[in-house]
């Protein structure tokens, strides 16, 4: 019995396949410099640079927020890494309640 022949693809599945091997890469890409800046604030804290710190936080906050705008991240994941990196930030600067 011979094997049966793959059914043939539409253009609109073509073209969605095509366009999904792009956006997967660019995906990639914003995540790993996602990851790249929360790297920068946590050895900031672990170097005990205030300022470089709180300007990488500033930078992340921003990156991350762009990512789940477009979908990237979800919103509540951006959210929780936004809040990690902020407390983590403030850990490490004198308490202004005191």
Not at 55 to 80: D, F, M, P, Q, W
């Amino acid at each position: 019995m011979p094997a049966k022949a793959a059914p043939k693809k539409s253009q609109s599945a073509i073209k969605r396949a095509r366009q999904s091997v792009a956006l997967t890469a660019n995906n990639k890409s914003v995540k790993n410099m996602l990851r790249t800046l929360s790297k920068k604030v946590e050895k900031a804290v672990a170097d005990k640079n205030a300022d470089g710190a709180k300007t990488a936080l500033k930078e992340t906050v921003s990156a991350v927020s762009k990512a789940a705008g477009k979908g990237i991240i979800h919103r509540n994941t951006a959210s929780r890494k936004i809040s990690r990196l902020t407390r983590l930030v403030n850990s490490m600067l004198p308490s202004e309640a005191a």
